[in-house]
């Protein structure tokens, strides 16, 4: 018989995620609409390049804390929490420490190099880097717990309070990119110290014992130190675009660009991520810690059907931005922004490819295979830093939105080919729990 309380729960977290997406895409486009009105293109595009420098510090270190998500069900499982929370604390406290020695570095290079006026930037975007890793934990913690309200609620409030932050302090400070990026550091630390009280809450109902918190952070160490390998070449291609631009056309195409990324690659990885919010969690507890070959076969074909529903999602937001690209455009953003519309469909196209081979990672991540993503990671990063620069300097923004569609795809095709090349252990009868 089916097992209609596993269906209900599953129905009651899954309404929780799409109230808390629908909540982030809303407020990410009510902010562009809001950061449009207030900032001209310029203004836009030294805003984006100023967040390329939280962009590195979250890819390269921030990134080095992934395995704290992918192991509370296990340290649950084991019923070992506080070791496992012990050894998580560690591991955020080296992060820091490293963006703090990194920051210091890059004020004393700007200082040295007369780019003086470029230290307030700097250094709001270095807090922001630490205070959304923070964030970015503790919400992967709480996903992973299934406490699916909680994330939720997060995920909405931080994406209004950005909103209620920019208004107030760019009254405040006047219009700059600099009091923006202030906006978007207060905005996570503030929603970084509300999940801490959320989380106080949940661990202590749950039965621990105490364990060997060393063990712990070599585990979570061993599973994330590939996202900090690669993470040094995924950050030069998400940001070679915006460089590539202002080195080979002008600081208003950034800003333009900025603008077409974020209508049109942001919601479509935040919705495909929806499902990945949802379901990462459920595969990371059927698969444990990944030795049982039936309960990694299931996980198996659980990510293809999701892969196939992101694809079908892209399709979908392509066809229907192709025709109200325009009307899109007046809606969301200020007039002098709105000369580009015409490139919005193929930005969702490469968000949607990418987000699909995200979703793919899900099978080698469930598989504690991490590591057999990097090689792909890193080339696919270099061809994209490369298709950036070339693009760029021969068709100007037109080339880099080519450049992105072309980025995605390949990345898309490596990661079918590491999914189908790592065979799965054992054919394995359907999981009919």
Do not use: C
């Amino acid at each position: 018989m089916p097992d209609f309380s596993r269906y209900r729960r599953l129905a009651k977290e899954g309404s929780w995620i799409i109230i808390g997406q629908i909540a982030s895409i809303t407020g990410t486009l009510v902010l562009v609409r809001v950061l449009t009105e207030r900032l001209d293109p310029i203004q836009y595009g030294q805003l984006a390049l100023g967040l390329t420098v939280a962009g590195l510090v979250n890819q390269v270190v921030m990134s080095g804390t992934s395995g704290i998500g992918r192991f509370y069900s296990i340290a649950a499982e084991k019923q070992d929490l506080h070791s496992y929370l012990r050894a998580s604390r560690r591991l955020m406290l080296y992060a820091t420490l490293a963006v703090v020695a990194i920051g210091l570095v890059l004020m004393i290079g700007l200082f040295w190099l007369g780019y003086s006026q470029w230290m307030g930037l700097a250094a709001a975007a270095l807090l922001y880097s630490v205070t959304s890793g923070y964030n970015s934990s503790l919400n992967g913690i709480q996903n992973a717990a299934r406490q699916r309200a909680v994330v939720a609620f997060h995920g909405g409030l931080d994406a209004w309070l950005k909103i209620m932050l920019v208004l107030g302090v760019l009254l405040w400070l006047g219009s700059s990119s600099t009091a923006v990026v202030i906006s978007y550091a207060s905005s996570s630390l503030f929603v970084t110290g509300s999940q801490f009280i959320f989380l106080r809450r949940l661990i202590p109902h749950q039965r621990t014992h105490s364990g060997d918190s060393t063990q712990w952070l070599r585990r979570m160490w061993a599973y994330s130190w590939p996202f900090s390998a690669w993470g040094i070449f995924t950050w030069a291609q998400q940001s070679s675009d915006r460089w590539a631009l202002k080195a080979f056309t002008t600081t208003h195409e950034v800003g333009l660009y900025s603008v077409l990324f974020q209508l049109g690659y942001t919601p479509i990885s935040m919705a495909t991520g929806l499902v990945v919010s949802f379901m990462g969690p459920i595969l990371y507890q059927r698969s444990g810690d990944a030795t049982d070959p039936a309960r990694n076969a299931t996980v198996h074909r659980f990510v293809w059907r999701v892969t196939f529903f992101s694809l079908f999602i892209t399709v979908i937001g392509f066809v229907f931005v192709l025709v109200l690209h325009g009307w899109i455009f007046r809606l969301l953003v200020a007039s002098q922004y709105q000369s580009v519309s015409y490139l919005l469909p193929w930005v969702v196209l490469a968000g949607g490819l990418f987000a699909a081979g995200q979703v793919l990672g899900l099978k080698l991540m469930s598989d504690m295979k991490p590591a057999a993503m990097t090689l792909a990671k890193i080339v696919t990063a270099l061809l994209g830093v490369l298709l950036n620069i070339y693009f760029a300097s021969v068709a100007g923004l037109n080339g880099v939105v080519g450049a992105l569609v072309g980025f995605s795809v390949i990345y898309f095709m490596w990661m079918v080919f590491l999914s189908v090349r790592i065979p799965m252990s054992n054919k394995a009868p359907s999981d009919t729990r």
